[in-house]
Nanobody, 123 residues
Framework: QGQLVESGGGLVQAGGSLRLSCAASGRTFSTYAMAWFRQAPGKEREFVAYIRRSGSTGYADSVKGRFTISRDNAKNTVDLQMNSLKPEDTAVYYC?????????????????WGQGTQVTVSS
């Protein structure tokens, strides 16, 4: 079984930055596509960004140009650098792993999930 553990969430003012990290254990996720999703209260979980093992990336339009996803396959980690944060970025952020490279923007495509980390952006 694999486990994903997120860290780095917190409270930040609008316009500020945060860096989230996801550490994988129990399984090598270096061949998996990795992604970040988020879920705000009362809303469905939504795609934020993914990164393939090759390093190619995809982003939601709402975060493009502000967020950057990266991975270190040797360390089995995935990071999300979030800049120019807005109050609407407030959510619980989840790290996820996708073995089959299908439905990369759909939560249903991911079999492994972390417990989530809270990000709150104040106005």
């Amino acid at each position: 079984q694999g486990q994903l553990v997120e860290s780095g969430g917190g409270l930040v003012q609008a316009g500020g930055s945060l860096r989230l990290s996801c550490a994988a254990s129990g399984r090598t996720f270096s061949t998996y596509a990795m992604a970040w999703f988020r879920q705000a209260p009362g809303k469905e979980r939504e795609f934020v960004a993914y990164i393939r093992r090759s390093g190619s990336t995809g982003y939601a339009d709402s975060v493009k140009g502000r967020f950057t996803i990266s991975r270190d396959n040797a360390k089995n980690t995935v990071d999300l650098q979030m800049n120019s944060l807005k109050p609407e970025d407030t959510a619980v952020y989840y790290c996820a792993a996708n073995k089959f490279y299908e439905r990369l923007r759909d939560p249903q495509g991911y079999a492994y999930w972390g417990q989530g980390t809270q990000v709150t952006v104040s106005s």
